[in-house]
């Protein structure tokens, strides 16, 4: 009886000890109350991260993805293919062109200016994603508790991804907006939105245009059809010729 007793006063204590999961959705409900002390978390948090990034920039060589597109880019401009080319690290474009020619104007500007820049173009990202999370759920209560869920559980992805300058959530941002889009019935803009971030990177979002082929969402293949036209073929060759692009491309093939 003793030991019965003592079985259930530890289990009567352990219940009211709250889970690691209920002490989340706690702070995060709080947080969704309290939404101009969350978006000064947010911002402050996104200013200490931009001086790791800065300073992770200054190191040499530069421990960053960003310094290869910037490299592409150079090549770009410079006639050269952009997959002969490697950074100080030995690090290879391995993207279609379109990346390459669209961050061609950063190449005027002082390295350091494109790394803030780069880490600023991130955190819109970062909080786009966000946004359009929250959106995807008729309750925005919810939706800001499954989001920042997601994104507390996410927190060592996201670091990699600000202080390395890679394309993971820029890339994630036009996911979630392909989604938002194909819940709102904006069908073939969702599809030509997915060809941009198939585009930018194939390995990533492919599945997503798996995902609608087996939906036989059809308005939206066509969608990404056209876009894939514009993206990989029409505007990279008005930028550097048909014949560079096919040359491009087909040394893509061979990454």
Aim: proline share 4%.
């Amino acid at each position: 009886k003793f030991a019965r007793k003592a079985d259930l006063d530890y289990d009567a204590t352990m219940s009211k000890i709250p889970s690691p999961s209920q002490l989340l959705f706690t702070a995060l409900d709080f947080l969704f109350k309290h939404k101009k002390l969350f978006a000064a978390l947010l911002i402050a948090g996104s200013i200490a991260l931009g001086f790791s990034v800065i300073h992770r920039s200054r190191r040499e060589p530069p421990r960053t993805d960003f310094t290869v597109f910037v490299r592409a880019a150079e090549a770009i401009k410079s006639g050269e293919s952009v997959y002969q080319i490697s950074n100080s690290r030995s690090w290879r474009y391995v993207y279609f062109p379109l990346l390459a020619i669209l961050l061609v104007p950063f190449t005027h500007l002082p390295f350091l200016v494109n790394a803030g820049l780069w880490y600023a173009l991130s955190v819109a990202a970062f909080f786009g994603t966000f946004q359009l999370a929250v959106r995807l759920f008729p309750n925005p209560r919810d939706g800001l508790l499954a989001a920042g869920a997601a994104v507390v559980m996410s927190l060592p992805t996201f670091f990699d991804t600000f202080t390395r300058g890679q394309l993971g959530l820029l890339v994630l941002f036009l996911a979630t907006a392909v989604f938002y889009l194909y819940i709102k019935n904006k069908k073939f803009w969702a599809g030509f939105l997915l060809a941009f971030a198939i585009t930018l990177k194939f390995s990533l979002v492919l599945i997503l245009g798996v995902y609608f082929i087996f939906k036989r969402e059809w308005r939206v293949c066509f969608g990404s059809f056209l876009g894939f036209l514009l993206f990989i073929i029409i505007f990279p060759s008005l930028v550097v010729g048909f014949q560079e692009n096919i040359s491009l491309l087909r040394e893509y093939r061979a990454v």
